[in-house]
């Protein structure tokens, strides 16, 4: 089965750079999460989007923006690198859990940002 | 608002014998439960979850876990440990009109021979 795709799976930026993280979801699914998960940490919820409106915001920062496009794909835009952004960075996707409470959310591999 | 506890950072078996990962919760509304899995330099595998109806809820690789109300818990458990279990792994919460999923600090998993 077709799970949700995440691109590129490793980049390297230097400080203050920009990078574009891509996401594709499992097709069918209308929603899109981003997630930040730090060494050793725990996942942490950044933004989510359906039908290509943002529909939750988590802990995400300023110079980071996100959207989904028409083909249901999402991008996650980060400015002004942080030695701090080093993550391995999450897309998930799901149908809708507004319209099925308990549809599961499905996550990609991860993409994993180092910032020099 | 949401919060999830998993007690013990690391938990250590020996192969074959029982697994227990403790996770309570904390929810102002009816609680939907997950237990993800991640291997190292993996996503995330979702084990079992609850969202309504029988409280004990099986899942993949012969995990089960139990949701307790009373007790606020939703503890993993798996009768018989192999090498292939260790890993980490997270308990999670969400709300039922949200996907937005608030995960517990991750429990490592460790199984020796």
């Known amino acids: 089965a077709a799970g949700v795709i995440q691109s590129p799976r490793h980049l390297i930026k230097e400080k203050r750079e920009t990078a574009t993280l891509k996401c594709y979801p499992i097709p069918r699914h209308d929603t899109v999460y981003w997630y930040q998960q730090g060494p050793g940490q725990d996942p942490q919820f950044l933004i989510s989007?359906?039908?290509?409106?943002?529909?939750d915001k988590g802990s995400i920062p300023d110079r980071f923006s996100a959207q989904q496009f028409s083909d249901y794909h999402s991008e996650l835009n980060m400015s002004s690198l942080e030695l701090g952004d080093s993550a391995l960075y999450f897309c998930a996707s799901s149908r809708s859990v507004v319209l099925g409470a308990g549809n599961t959310i499905y996550f990609g591999e991860g993409s994993w940002l180092t910032v020099v | 608002a949401q919060s999830v506890t998993q007690l013990g950072s690391h938990v250590s078996v020996s192969e074959g014998a029982l697994v227990l990962l403790r996770c309570n919760y904390s929810s102002s509304v009816p609680p939907y439960l997950f237990w993800y899995v991640q291997y190292p330099n993996q996503g995330l595998q979702l084990l079992l979850k609850y969202t309504t109806g029988a409280t004990l809820v099986k899942g993949i690789n012969g995990f089960e876990a139990e949701f307790k109300k009373s007790e606020t818990s939703f503890h993993l458990t798996k009768p018989s440990a192999h090498m292939s279990d260790a890993a980490e792994y997270f308990c999670?919460?969400?709300?039922?009109?949200?996907?937005?999923?608030?995960f517990g600090q991750g429990t490592t998993l460790q199984v020796k021979p």
């Open positions: 999670a919460v969400r709300g039922s009109n949200t996907g937005k999923l608030i």
């Open positions: 989007f359906y039908e290509k409106m943002q529909s």
